[in-house]
């Protein structure tokens, strides 16, 4: 069935530093949803990306679809500490579901 | 406007008894989505529900797993004879409208369960 892969797994930067994840999916996307989980906490719903090539920004963070709709990413400038947990993409499998990238799990030195 | 609520935080159960997790959806949502996650990992699909029907169970294990979304009341995942490796955190997931994947999933605050 269709996979989202999310890199990189892990990622430390300094406080200030940009951030980047990226996701890739084997098949063209109808959408894709982005997510935020804190540690011990539960994915919160951050955007959602419908069009070919789009571009969403919501402060800090900038959000891509890819033109193909086949892949996506998720940048973040200036780190701040409340940026730190795991960042998901997830992307429909089929009409009922949707499937997550393994996620991409931010920290930050202060 | 109570978000999804799932109870209980953290359950534990010893190998081979029972698990119960209940989920009422935010108000308004038809959709009832259950996943799974183990510890440094994703989220991994396990069903979804719409009122007293299983729409998708394609990631549910074939034996001790069921899940159900009654009339009146929660879903309620169920896991039967639990061992060691049902130990993750297991979250709930409601949308409105259409529901995904076309609309953003709520998630629960998850149920924690450890195996001892």
Redesign the interface.
């Known amino acids: 069935g269709q996979q989202v892969m999310q890199i990189p797994q892990y990622q430390h930067v300094q406080e200030g530093e940009d951030f980047t994840t990226y996701c890739n999916s084997s098949t063209t996307l109808?959408?894709i949803?982005w997510?935020k989980q804190r540690p011990g906490?539960?994915?919160?719903?951050l955007i959602?990306l419908v069009k070919s090539g789009e571009v969403k920004k919501q402060k800090r963070l900038t959000f891509q679809f890819g033109e193909a709709k086949k892949n996506s990413s998720l940048h973040i400038t200036a780190t701040q500490t409340t940026d730190v947990g795991t960042y998901?993409c997830?992307?429909?499998?089929?009409?009922?579901?949707?499937?997550?990238?393994?996620?991409t799990?931010l920290t930050i030195n202060p | 406007n109570a978000g999804v609520m799932q109870n209980p935080r953290h359950l534990v159960r010893r190998r081979g008894q029972e698990a119960r997790l209940r989920c009422s959806p935010m108000k308004g949502h038809s959709h009832v989505y259950w996943y799974r996650q183990l510890p440094e990992e994703g989220l991994k699909f396990m069903v979804y529900l719409q009122k007293e029907n299983i729409i998708d169970e394609s990631g549910m294990p074939k034996e001790r797993f069921s899940a159900e979304f009654p009339k009146e009341g929660p879903s309620i995942l169920r896991i039967q004879q639990v061992v060691r490796g049902d130990s993750a955190a297991y979250f709930c997931a409601s949308s409105p409208g259409q529901g995904a994947p076309n609309s953003p999933l709520h998630f629960g605050n998850g149920t924690r369960l450890t195996v001892t």
């Open positions: 109808s959408n949803q997510y906490g539960h994915p919160v719903f959602q998901f997830a992307g429909p499998q089929g009409a009922q579901k949707l499937v997550f990238g393994q996620g799990r």
